[in-house]
């Protein structure tokens, strides 16, 4: 610890005691005139105090300076001497280092000289054995060269000869099947022409008005004709008295009342090509135009079923609501689609879109309707005829035990048969075994055998 470090704490200590002092009660006038004179003398002290830290500080200064006089003197000579050590160590060093170089430099023009003499018979001795291996080589190669022709020959021969016949197989082969299926092109061309001239005729009906309706009527006259009987549905029917209008199809309910009058289904099949084709066209090509077309088709179709409406539901003499064919699954597709248009032809109308498909779904629960009814309309004449099967059934539980009796009748005769039969089968295996000369079985042994027993004549009148 420094002579400045204890400096400071002995003034620290002063003032913690002078702290110390005025901290403590007083005691009259004599204790501030203690502390007044116990800080002179504490000034006193710190005045003697730094006097003699100055005094250190130039003796320490003094002693500073010598050393480092003496330290440099000291370093001076030191290196001095340690230059000279060390030019004498490089210049051995160098000397040395200089000796070695010459020999080495010795031993290599030695090493060089040796390695130049090797390398030399070396490659003489490659030079002859390449030399030797390229003769054996191209002896070899020559002996390859002429058994390989050989070879090649031999092949060559054996697969021109594989490949003539087999060509002339394959040739044959395909010039058979390409005259097969030229014909098959030829009879597809026809067809496809056919088809063209088919779907130029149906291109001619689409797009004509009155053939368009035709093809549609006669679309559904082949579906009803297929799932009901005729005096089911009637053609070009009048459900209004004095009118001339004529619904495509109805179909007949049968009715309820005492007069047993049908009420009538009223089916008309209409097609609006031109506007389902202008929507399709506007979603191909133009986007714009697809509102406006969309508005006209919803309108064309709320027009159709306005017209069916007004001209064909006729209650009580028809159903209160009538059905719209539409000929194409796509047209049927367009107008279920948009919700608000189906549910306006059903709600305002009182119209049913039906498609190809669906239609049948219709009619085969129509059919079921009508089975049902017919049903209940014979319901008696059902019971008599059922009536009439139990009686024959019993009849036919007695005829079934009579003919049961007459088979256990037979079976047992055959097990009889059987018995006699295994007897006699036993007798003759005797006979079998015995000498030539042994006479034959009599009518006595005969006699034991059971008796073959057949069904009496009561049994065959039961």
Known sequence: MDF??????VI????????????QPSAGGENVNDIKNDIINLKAEITRIEASVKAEFVSNRKESQDSSQETRKELSESFTKLSAELR???????TSQKEQLEAFAKQLKELTTTNEKKINEMQDKLLR??????DELTKTLKELQTGNQQ????MRKTVDEKLQSTIEKRFNESFTLISERLDKVHQGLGEMQNLASGVGDLK???????????????QLGTILEQYLSPDQYEKNAAVKKNSQERVDFIVKFPGRADDNTPVLLPIDSKFPNEDYQRLQEARENDA?????ATKQFESSVKRIAKDIAGKYINPPTTTDFAIMFVPTEGLYAEIVSRVNLFETLHNEYKIVVVGPTNIVALLNSLQMGFNTLAIEKHSSEVWELLGGVKREFGKFGEVLDAAKRKIDAASKSIDDAGVRTRAIERKLQRVETLPAATPSPTNDSLADLPTLTTPNEDDEEE
């Open 4 to 9: 400045v470090t204890i400096l400071l704490l």
């Open 12 to 23: 620290i200590a002063l003032l913690g005691f002078v702290v110390y002092r005025l901290s």
């Open 88 to 94: 004498e160590t490089i210049t051995a060093s160098s």
């Open 129 to 134: 054995a390449a030399k030797e291996s390229r």
């Open 151 to 154: 070879k090649l020959d031999e």
């Open 204 to 218: 001619k009906v689409l797009t004509n008005v009155s053939t368009r309706g035709s093809f549609g009527e006669v």
């Open 288 to 292: 714009d135009a697809i509102t406006s």
